[in-house]
Structure formats: C-alpha cells, structure tokens
C-alpha cells in the first residue's frame, strides 16, 4: 500500500519568508499526489493536485508544488509567506484498490506552518 | 450552498455508550468517507462508501459502524468497542468523475470526547 510521509512536524517562519514542506510518497504504480491546508480546528480544503503532465503544479493561495518522480517527492513551496498562511498542511496520495477499484485518499503526518509577523 | 454538514460539532460521552455522528451532503457526491484526526497522526480513514448501499472498511475501522442508506447520508456510529475514541472526526465527500479523483470537500468536523 502507499505511504506518504512528511518529515517536517512544524515549521516557523518570518513573513516574507520563502517556504518549502516536505512530502515523500511509496511508490504504488499510478501516482496521484495532492496537498490540503487545514485551517484551525476546521475542514480541509484542497491547495492543488498532480495527476500527469507538467511535474510542476500551481495551486491556489500563491502555493506551488513540484513532483520530482525519481526522489519520490513532491514537494510545497511558496516564495513569500504571509501571516495568513499559518495552517495545517498534509500531503496525500491517492490509492486504488486492485479488488474493488475504490480510490481513497491517504495523508501523511501534517506540517505545522507558524508565521511570525 | 453546497457543502458537508457534520453534527454534532462537540460531543461528550461517557464510557461504554455508543454514539453517532452525522455526516450529510448536497453536492451530489457518490463517494463519502470518514477520517479520524489525532495529533501527530495526521488523518487516518475509518470507513469510506462508493455508492449507497455499499462501504468499506478504512484503515482503522475496528469500533466504528456506518450505513449508506441514503447518497446523502454517511453516518459514522463510535461503539463502546473502540478503546480510544476521544478524537476530532472529519467527513469527506467527493465525485466519482476520474478527472477529479482524490478531490475531497470535507466537512467541519466533529469532536468527541469520552469522559
């Protein structure tokens, strides 16, 4: 089964900062990655998403994300963070079942992003 | 507005009472599914549902039931068998179109805590 993984628990940073969060995947055949922000206590909501094509992908909020196949990584930046941009952020791959066919979506850990004003 | 609406948003149990939690969404979604949120731990899925009438069993199911009655209905039924279910839950609802495979809508979340 694939695995996510991000080895950054919880990052700070001053605004204007440049960001980038870890995220490394198994591999598993098709890849299919994606990157959600939470916001406090709340829903996810989805950043953006690879499937195919151009490995590197633009999401909303001024995210960018780049998917590098031969070190399993796909990888958030972002070249100026704002204080706003203080979330949750999880990696996720998305597995299909040989039996059934069913897709589901597996996350790593989450990266914890603090900025300082 | 279209969108996930979990009830409760806070629930205390005490131990040894089952409880069930309410997922419903008006997007039309075929799929539905459950994630249990733990600090450190990201999201683990509990059950997920393809179709109505249909659902399987995630990666941490044991304590946990479901029904698919209805395509808009997921409830989620925390039984006095899970040994830990103090924790924040999380329903996710997404289409079935390949092209948007993996795009999840979630709901706000419910947590429950067990006394």
């Known amino acids: 089964a694939q695995s996510v993984s991000q080895h950054n628990h919880h990052v700070i940073l001053s605004e204007a900062a440049s960001l980038e969060l870890g995220c490394n995947y198994s591999y598993g055949g098709t890849v299919n990655l994606f990157w959600y922000v939470q916001y406090p206590g709340q829903h996810l909501q989805l950043l953006l998403k690879?499937?195919?094509?151009?490995?590197l992908v633009k999401g909303i909020k001024g995210f960018e994300a780049e998917f590098i196949k031969s070190k399993f990584s796909f990888n958030l930046r972002k070249p100026s963070v704002q204080w706003s941009d203080t979330d949750e952020y999880f990696c996720?791959?998305?597995?299909?079942?040989?039996?059934?066919?069913?897709?589901?979506?597996?996350f790593g850990q989450g990266t914890r992003l603090t900025i300082n004003p | 507005d279209g969108g996930i609406t979990q009830s409760p948003k806070y629930l205390f149990r005490k131990e040894g009472q089952n409880v069930t939690l309410s997922c419903e969404q008006n997007?039309?979604?075929?799929?539905m599914y459950w994630y249990r949120q733990d600090p450190g731990q990201g999201l683990r899925l509990i059950y997920y549902s393809q179709i109505v009438n249909d659902f399987q069993k995630g990666d941490i199911a044991e304590g946990y039931s479901v029904s698919r009655e209805k395509k808009e209905s997921f409830p989620l039924t925390v039984t006095s068998a899970q040994k830990n279910p103090t924790a924040f839950y999380l329903c996710a609802s997404s289409t079935r179109d390949r092209g948007r495979s993996g795009e999840l809508f979630f709901g706000e979340g419910s947590r429950l805590t067990v006394l």
């Open positions: 690879y499937f195919s094509g151009d490995p």
């Open positions: 996720a791959s998305l597995n299909t079942s040989r039996i059934q066919g069913a897709q589901k979506l597996v």
């Open positions: 997007l039309n979604h075929d799929a």
